[in-house]
């Protein structure tokens, strides 16, 4: 199984900024792609950003903004969200898309979230 660890979330003001990460732990030897997801109250969850090996893809309305890494040798993602915006107010869901198995097969996993409120 694997587990996926948010820490980070907070209340700040708009244009400040947080870092969020996220630790996969678990009987892992690859993460193909990792990424975070965001879901304000009623509304749908949505992509912020993923990053495989080599590519990373943002929505638009955090490029610029946003940067996500990765550090591969401890399964870890990160999120430095600068110039945050009250609409940025959601609970931010760590993802990843883990091969598994003798045919790496591969399964999505989800953190818990951590809370993210800005204050206009």
């Known amino acids: 199984q694997v587990q996926l660890v948010e820490s980070g979330g907070g209340l700040v003001q708009a244009g400040e900024s947080l ?3 996220c630790a996969a732990s678990g009987t892992i030897h690859d993460i193909n792609v990792m990424g975070w997801y965001r879901q304000a109250p009623g509304k749908q969850r949505e992509l912020v950003a993923t ?4 590519t990373t ?8 903004r946003f ?8 399964n870890t993602v990160f999120l430095q969200m600068n110039s945050l915006k009250a609409e940025d107010t959601a609970v931010y869901y760590c993802y990843a898309k883990v091969p598994l198995g003798t045919f790496r097969h591969e399964y999505d996993y ?3 979230g951590t809370q ?3 204050s206009s």
Do not use: C, M, P
């Open 19 to 21: 870092r969020l990460s």
């Open 51 to 54: 990053i495989s090996k080599g």
């Open 57 to 64: 893809n943002y929505a638009e309305f955090v490029k610029g």
């Open 67 to 74: 940067t996500i890494s990765r550090d591969n040798a401890k």
């Open 110 to 112: 989800w953190g818990q």
């Open 116 to 118: 993210v409120t800005v």
